[in-house]
Structures are given as C-alpha cells and as structure tokens.
C-alpha cells in the first residue's frame, strides 16, 4: 500500500455514516457537544447553511442565522466528533452555491424558498 491508500483507510475509519444529504439553503439544526467543567451538554445551533466546502472527512458547512439582531456564524466541520447529530428542518430552493449575499439582508429579505421535491 502506497502513502495516499493509507490516509484513504484512516480517514474512511473516522467518517460518519449516518449523516444526512445537505444542500445549500436548508435550514438546519446542529447539535453541538459543550463541555463545561466535568459534564457534556449538547447545544442546538439552527440555521440556514450558507456554503459547502471541502469533501470527504474534511467536508464543513457554514450556518448562519441572526441571534438579537446580530448575524452569526458558524463553520461545523461534519465528521467532527463533536457533532452530535444533524437535523433538517426545511429544504431551500436556492440557484447558487454560496448564498454569501445573506449577509446584506435584514428582516423578510433573508428568507430562502422552500423547497418541496427532495
């Protein structure tokens, strides 16, 4: 076995499997592992997923959502042992990859169609 089959075997070990389809323009919820002090908590971070990046165990998504009027981010890395679990809550109909243009919008213009055949 060569170098690049060896990373390919690792990093199929450390891929979820159980991750559902995500496109640009879902709105999502997150579930996120918080440590604080000795316990663990899981913290749901919902939003609509503004970009894809990357692919295989590498493969991250960028969710942002307004929080008292202040927009947030966030970049989850999708086979991170951190995230606990994925859920969608409604599909967007979007015609673009990034959807960065969110960022300008205030109140009702932020608002992604939804999308029904998926």
């Known amino acids: 076995m060569n170098a ?49 990046r990357h692919g295989g ?6 969710v942002r959502r307004v929080f008292q009027g202040i927009g947030v981010e966030r970049v989850f890395l999708l086979h991170s042992p951190r995230i606990k679990d ?4 409604r599909r967007g109909k979007v015609r673009r990859a990034k959807l960065y243009y969110l960022r300008d919008r205030v109140g009702k213009a932020t608002r992604v ?3 029904f055949d998926r």
């Open 4 to 52: 690049q089959e060896i990373i390919r075997s690792i990093e199929q070990e450390q891929m979820k499997a159980d991750l559902p389809v995500i496109h640009v323009g879902d709105t999502v919820r997150v579930g996120v592992n918080i440590q604080e002090g000795g316990k663990t908590r899981t913290q749901p971070f919902e939003g609509t997923v503004i970009a894809k």
């Open 57 to 62: 165990l590498n493969e991250t998504i960028t």
């Open 86 to 89: 994925i859920k969608i809550i």
């Open 113 to 115: 169609k939804q999308r």
